[in-house]
T-cell receptor, first 115, second 115 residues
Framework: DSGVTQTPKHLITATGQRVTLRCSPR?????VYWYQQSLDQGLQFLIH???????AKGNILERFSAQQFPDLHSELNLSSLELGDSALYFC??????????????FGPGTRLTVT | AQTVTQSQPEMSVQEAETVTLSCTYD???????LFWYKQPPSRQMILVIR??????QNATENRFSVNFQKAAKSFSLKISDSQLGDAAMYFC????????????FGAGTRLTVKP
């Protein structure tokens, strides 16, 4: 158990809908990262938040957005869902934001299926 | 741009034997971190081992060790005394030392352990 929690574990929804994925980082971690893993592929970095502020964006679609709240939990919002958005979405957390060597610890992921 | 390549989509090893998974990366940076993550069927991403580029000594964690060849930009993972529980997808990952969020993953190697 990495200490990072994600809810829900599974999510099934229809095309065109909007969903929210939630992540709680490890105690003491200020950074939250979101990744997308499509079937049998590597992880693609989506976005990074540090202490409530967006730090970096990766391959994140405009239909996707995220935020980190004062209690440091984060939400990833996916809207106008398409079949291709079906994937495993991971959240990871680390102590620092930039320049340190802290590992990223991953949550169990949320499996999103768009039908 | 930094890229990570895992040239072996699948590998197989007999229980109790040794197997080596390959990873190469491309970077112009001199200081960075390399990681191996394990993803078992549960899909949880588990950090196996980490290597700092400035350290010449290869990292070791119990039965897992790496062969880090900085000049060749190679970072292979050796699993000794393979166990059935080692069966998983293994991802090689790279991160610069100055940007905690710029984590790049390889496409993964699926390891099968035969009893």
């Amino acid at each position: 158990d990495s200490g990072v929690t994600q809810t829900p574990k599974h999510l099934i929804t229809a095309t065109g809908q909007r969903v929210t994925l939630r992540c709680s980082p490890r105690s003491g971690d200020l950074s939250v990262y979101w990744y997308q893993q499509s079937l049998d592929q590597g992880l693609q970095f989506l976005i990074h938040y540090y202490n409530g502020e967006e730090r970096a964006k990766g391959n994140i679609l405009e239909r996707f957005s995220a935020q980190q709240f004062p209690d440091l939990h984060s939400e990833l919002n996916l809207s106008s869902l398409e079949l291709g958005d079906s994937a495993l979405y991971f959240c990871a957390s680390s102590v620092g934001g930039q320049g340190n060597g802290g590992e990223q610890y991953f949550g169990p992921g949320t499996r999103l299926t768009v039908t | 741009a930094q890229t990570v390549t895992q040239s072996q989509p699948e590998m197989s090893v007999q229980e109790a034997e040794t197997v080596t998974l390959s990873c190469t990366y491309d970077t112009s940076e001199s200081d960075y971190y390399l990681f191996w993550y394990k993803q078992p069927p549960s899909r949880q991403m588990i950090l196996v081992i980490r290597q700092e580029a400035y350290k010449q000594q290869n990292a070791t964690e119990n039965r897992f060790s790496v062969n880090f060849q900085k000049a060749a930009k190679s970072f292979s993972l050796k699993i000794s005394d393979s166990q059935l529980g080692d069966a998983a997808m293994y991802f090689c990952a790279y991160r610069t030392s100055y940007n905690n969020n710029d984590m790049r993953f390889g496409a993964g190697t699926r390891l099968t352990v035969k009893p």
